[in-house]
T-cell receptor
Framework: NAGVTQTPKFQVLKTGQSMTLQCAQD?????MYWYRQDPGMGLRLIYY???????DKGEVPNGYNVSRLNKREFSLRLESAAPSQTSVYFC????????????FGNGTRLTVT | DQQVKQNSPSLSVQEGRISILNCDYT??????FLWYKKYPAEGPTFLIS?????DKNEDGRFTVFLNKSAKHLSLHIVPSQPGDSAVYFC?????????????FGRGTSLIVHP
């Protein structure tokens, strides 16, 4: 049982380049999320998808776009990477509903030079 | 403005002793609280939770206490083990419209010395 799978694990981009972070879950969860983790800042929500076909902005959405491709997959796109987007990105999923814990992937470490 | 605060960035404890990790929140609408544990190079994993209708929840060595009047919760680990060394995140959900999406604190790094 893989849970939440993120690809790639590491990526280095130059300023202005674009890329898509992939995320897939095999737990039949309705909701999916993208967080970023920066030193001393905890986990900040970028975008989330409450269910297939819907997406909403979180706390720090600027510079990002998302696609809920189907129930399993939720991708995060950086159209024009900036050094401020250097971070560790985590995808998560949950069954939704009150108190459902999030299940996280192992993260993508992105460096923008 | 931080709605969930973990004011201690780090905590060092001797093996076998109690670890107490603290968390404060400001939004009185939060009604469900969770703790996550994170090892380096891995994603956070769910550890334990508590609903606002309770003031204590226990799971093995882990106990979470909730003081609603003080808007404070704590995670107790007894006895602490070196394998407990990790970053612990407090999270809260509820809030306006009953949002189920958790808001995370900045984390506390626990080091348990053998």
């Amino acid at each position: 049982n893989a849970g939440v799978t993120q690809t790639p694990k590491f990526q280095v981009l130059k300023t202005g380049q674009s890329m898509t972070l992939q995320c897939a879950q095999d737990m039949n969860h309705n909701s999916m999320y993208w967080y970023r983790q920066d030193p001393g800042m905890g986990l900040r929500l970028i975008y989330y998808s409450a269910s297939e076909g819907t997406t909403d902005k979180g706390e720090v959405p600027n510079g990002y776009n998302v696609s809920r491709l189907n129930k399993r997959e939720f991708s995060l796109r950086l159209e024009s990477a900036a050094p401020s987007q250097t971070s560790v990105y985590f995808c998560a999923s949950s069954a939704r509903g009150f108190g459902s814990p999030l299940h996280f992937g192992n993260g993508t470490r992105l460096t923008v030079t | 403005d931080q709605q969930v605060k973990q004011n201690s960035p780090s905590l060092s404890v001797q093996e076998g002793r109690i670890s107490i990790l603290n968390c404060d929140y400001t939004n009185s609408m939060f009604d469900y609280f969770l703790w996550y544990k994170k090892y380096p190079a891995e994603g956070p994993t769910f550890l334990i939770s508590i609903s606002s209708i309770k003031d204590k929840n226990e799971d093995g060595r882990f106990t979470v206490f909730l003081n609603k009047s003080a808007k404070h919760l704590s995670l107790h680990i007894v006895p602490s083990q070196p394998g407990d060394s990790a970053v612990y995140f407090c999270a809260a959900s509820g809030g306006s419209g009953g949002s189920y999406i958790p808001t995370f604190g900045r984390g506390t790094s626990l080091i348990v010395h053998p």
